[in-house]
């Protein structure tokens, strides 16, 4: 059994609005959607709630496509509507099938303490969502069957099994979400959400506010693809947390910090990063680790395509070996390891 955390405070997040709305492409393809308040030679802020921003660095960002006046309107008022309470039957208490195979505390506790409160259910083709906010429900379920396509188109996967499920438990209130993980052993300070892995296909997350979800449920679930495509291999880390940070359209808020590094010649080097077993100890370096890892997925996909890269990780997640994957497929491009770390941080500089 595997247990994948994201920890709540590596990252900033993309939010997205099933409205009309400012689109915000970053430079890693990703898009933002939202209303554009306020940008200069040196930052966008991008509205995506009643009183929520983000800011992103000018640098950050590719192009920006501007909505009407009455589309900012019609998504401002949309902002404002209070939900009302969902149909289904209140659950007695959500089914649970990985804890059962935590060891660290009896199965029955862990089933109460997430049994605690009103539960309710959504299904969509491959997910069920129960969640205790609909907000929070709507925001998992209304994007899950884009999130599952993306990961499965990046990954360029054959073959894949559409009539597998995923369970998603989504927690409204900190206190049951900070016992809950104290009664399966897990930190509780630094974990934002976790899966069990591919043998039962279970996210759980905290529902600490709608963007965070919109970034922890598809970092979870790539998570979960790579578990199963490794078929029980060692999913090397770098590849295992920047390609779940690329999915989960991740933007690192350290990366100022690859940039100075990248700059100063301090960045992890390639030889390093790409052979670790183990995370950094170091919150600086993991900080570091991340960033640049997620960099490496994203530098691969937008300037060489997703085929190669479906390939490449394809052979990654078989062999474990880094060259070979490397020799395999990018050989014809990129000459050999030395000039990829030359070609990327010259990608992380501009």
Known sequence: ?????????????????PLSADTVTLKNGNPVYGIVVEEDEEKVIVEFDQSATMTFSRNE???IVYSSEEERKTLRAEWNKKPQAPPQTVLPRPPLRGVATVPLTPTTENQLILSEGKWW????????????????GKAV???????????VGDLRLRGYDRKKKYTVFVVREESQWLRFLKSLGIQPELTGGFTMGARTREIFLYGLSIPYLQVAFPH?????????????????PWFNEGFANYEGGIIGIDEDLLFEAARNGNHIPLSELVHRTSYPADVEQKKLFYTESEK????LITQYGRRPFGEFTEILLKTGDFEQAFRTIYSGKIGHLAQLEALLLQYISE
């Open 1 to 17: 059994m595997r247990i994948f955390l994201l920890p709540f405070l590596i990252f900033s997040f993309a939010f997205v609005s």
């Open 61 to 63: 960002v590719d192009r």
């Open 121 to 136: 259910v959504r299904k969509t083709q491959h997910f069920v969502v129960y969640y205790q906010d609909l907000t929070q």
């Open 141 to 151: 379920a209304d994007r899950a069957e884009y999130y599952l396509e993306k990961i």
């Open 220 to 236: 979870e679930l790539t998570h979960i693809f790579l578990e199963e495509m490794a078929q029980g291999n060692q999913i090397p």
């Open 296 to 299: 490496l997925i994203e530098f």
